[in-house]
């Protein structure tokens, strides 16, 4: 717990859209200004905030998504460069794993389910038997390995979800990052996918970033929480610590926001 997995410093992103007139200037809009992050291996961090905060920004830069405008990314100590050709960044993409919010989406309804999990597998020339691997990671997130053969519209959200996530962890990545993967499930879905999360956690002892606006599964699965507003991190700390104690104006207005019942 005492190491770094990922640190940035300074990272900012800034989109410039194109003159609307001939003598207009350009809009130059930040999407993340001047942000510094520190995440330790095993531990689980939850970024929390409201749509356009920077979130997802943050996310797809730590993960060389996207390209920064400005600042560093250092990843297990290696310094990360998003303008590196996809074959230079294949030891990153091996450390790291992705589930994104709409699971109609994140998958391509052209392939099986076998070739959607095993894709990382071929993609990044991972050794060992990799059927045999699809069989044993599509069991681990509570699904059939005869399942391999079937294509994704022939499943529910929940299992499509639990597909993303058997894609997403099928080569034993150190790092597993959710985007909003539980707001486009109904609640009781929610609820296994959320046990389903906290299991692999304990059984695979992989560090965890959750981007999310729902607190509720921030604190259940979160050790440490950011809080973010305008491109900005706003507060920062142990979970249980920051939203029972929140230290900042937006934090406290963003807790009192959540609907409760009398």
């Known amino acids: ?112 389910v076998g070739r959607i999990v095993g894709e990382p597998l071929w993609a990044l020339d991972i050794a060992g038997d990799r059927r045999a691997r699809v069989r044993e990671v599509l069991e681990q997130v509570g699904l059939e390995a005869a399942m391999a053969d079937r294509f994704p519209h022939e499943f529910s959200g929940g299992q499509r979800q639990r597909i993303a996530i058997a894609r997403a962890i099928a080569h034993r990545p150190r790092v597993l990052v959710g985007d909003e993967p539980l707001s486009a499930l109904d609640v009781t879905v929610r609820a296994q996918i959320l046990r389903l999360l906290v299991d692999l956690r304990a059984s695979t ?7 999310s606006h729902d607190l509720g599964v921030v604190q259940h699965l979160s050790d440490q929480v950011v809080v973010m507003k305008d491109a900005r991190i706003v507060e920062r700390g142990d979970t249980r610590a920051v939203l029972q104690h929140p230290s900042s104006p937006y934090t406290r207005a963003l807790l009192a926001a959540v609907p409760t019942l009398p």
Do not use: C, N
Request: proline share 4%; hydrophobic share 40%; glycine share 10%.
């Open 1 to 112: 717990m005492s190491d770094l997995i990922i640190r940035a410093r300074g990272l900012t992103r800034r989109h410039t859209a194109p003159r609307r007139t001939l003598f207009g200037r350009p809009t130059v809009t930040t999407a993340l200004d001047d942000v510094d992050l520190e995440v330790r291996e095993g531990s689980s961090l939850g970024i929390i905030g409201e749509s356009g905060s920077g979130k997802t920004t943050l996310a797809r830069l730590l993960l060389a998504l996207d390209v920064p405008t400005a600042g560093t990314v250092e990843f297990g100590g290696r310094g990360v460069d998003a303008r590196a050709s996809a074959r230079s960044l294949h030891w990153l993409r091996r450390e790291s794993g992705i589930v994104f919010q709409d699971p109609y989406a994140s998958l391509d309804p052209r392939m099986s």
């Open 205 to 211: 002892g992989m560090t965890l970033l959750l981007v």
